[in-house]
């Protein structure tokens, strides 16, 4: 509520801290639902490929002999995330942790059969690091 005489700039002020508010309470979930939505994953015996389409494109195509590591983050029926090289304690310096799908460190967020999935990098790594 303002006062009569209050200055436009004021009543403005607060409007950004309103719409961000709104973004970390609910809009991030939409966000990041609708990005996982259009994202696709790839394994081939050499590589990890992930592309994103949509209003925010993005691809990568991570070499398997060159991942430091490869976590595997497994939930409940089966489904989880994989991550590569970086631990949960650093994505938390990134604003991932606020919209996960869009964070710069390559991963496999939410996918069926994490396990299986898991099981296939490693061996696919092994092998390529076996044949250089």
């Known amino acids: ?62 070499q398997l002999d060159l991942l430091p590591s490869i976590n595997l983050e497994e939930g409940s029926f089966g489904r989880g995330t994989i991550t590569f090289g970086t631990s949960s304690f650093q994505r938390y310096k990134t604003a991932g942790v606020w919209t996960p799908s869009l964070s710069r460190d390559p991963q496999l967020l939410g996918i069926d059969s994490v396990r299986q999935v ?15």
């Open 1 to 62: 509520m303002t006062t009569p005489g209050t200055p436009v700039f004021m009543r403005l002020w607060g409007i950004p801290f309103v719409l961000i508010g709104l973004y970390l309470i609910a809009a991030r979930f939409v966000v990041d639902a609708a990005v996982r939505a259009r994202t696709e994953y790839a394994l081939t015996d050499r590589r990890v490929i992930i592309r994103r389409s949509g209003l925010l494109p993005n691809f990568s195509a991570t």
């Open 118 to 132: 898991f099981n296939l990098l490693e061996k696919a790594r092994l092998d390529c690091m076996k044949s250089r």
